[in-house]
């Protein structure tokens, strides 16, 4: 039976690295920063320009099947130093225009990856870590935007759990499973819950011409949101009353 995570071709497994590449016993994002340079990467990537490509257009057309996720595939395609990908779930083409390209393009590689690979447990065992060291190293993917792919990830996260203007005991125990998952770091988990406070704060006062004023009660959902986010006392007094000079004009 075949893996619900696996490279497709000998093509994908010779981008599997030599047992001295090999990142020692770590967690999966330590080994990667490890194992990928931190410079400017060498190569471009970028989504096929292939409209609505299907599977024999995609081999006629010399791209190689990569690696599956799932029910969804990755095919790729060398073009100097331009990397390639199509991605197809089922027999229908994702539309990847709104990735970018370059770093762009690979750190929203990295993180959608991550996404379709993490989405039961949150967990990446040896032989999926080994299909996505496989698929980064084919994108010659940089620390940086490992980083980057990371913080999106997460920010990813933050955002649909305030959706709601709610933060319940599960989503946080998700959020704590995810940072986990991410190895991220106390101060970046942090940062980005600080910067999600500030967005809900200035979104208050970015409200359409007519609209109601912020009242105590939309600064009370926000300020319990940033308390659930484990942010200090301090920071939340702080934006709450900045945000109450602001009504009254002060």
Request: some cysteine.
């Amino acid at each position: 039976m075949e893996a619900r995570v696996c490279l497709l071709s000998d093509f994908a497994r010779s981008y599997l690295e030599k047992p001295a590449q090999r990142p020692v016993k770590k967690g999966f994002w330590s080994g990667l920063a490890s194992f990928f340079g931190g410079g400017p990467a060498g190569v471009d990537a970028r989504p096929t320009p292939l409209e609505n490509p299907f599977e024999k257009q995609l081999g006629d057309e010399g791209y190689e099947p990569f690696c599956k996720i799932g029910e969804v595939r990755f095919f790729v395609k060398e073009e100097g130093k331009t990397r390639l990908l199509a991605i197809l779930e089922g027999s229908q083409a994702w539309e990847l225009d709104d990735w970018g390209t370059g770093s762009s393009f690979k750190s929203r590689l990295v993180a959608e990856c991550f996404f379709m690979v993490t989405k039961d447990d949150f967990r990446i065992d040896e032989q999926e870590a080994e299909v996505l060291r496989a698929i980064f190293s084919f994108f010659d993917v940089s620390r940086d935007e490992i980083a980057t792919a990371k913080e999106l990830v997460y920010w990813t996260l933050v955002e649909n759990t305030m959706e709601d203007g709610v933060i319940t005991d599960e989503e946080q125990g998700t959020m704590a499973a995810i940072v986990s998952a991410l190895e991220l770091s106390e101060e970046d988990r942090t940062q980005l819950h600080q910067r999600a406070i500030d967005s809900q704060f200035d979104e208050l006062f970015a409200r359409p011409e007519g609209a109601p004023p912020p009242t105590d009660d939309d600064l009370e959902r926000i300020a319990t949101m940033a308390r659930r986010f484990g942010l200090d006392e301090e920071f939340v007094r702080f934006k709450v009353d900045g945000a109450r000079r602001r009504l009254a004009g002060k």
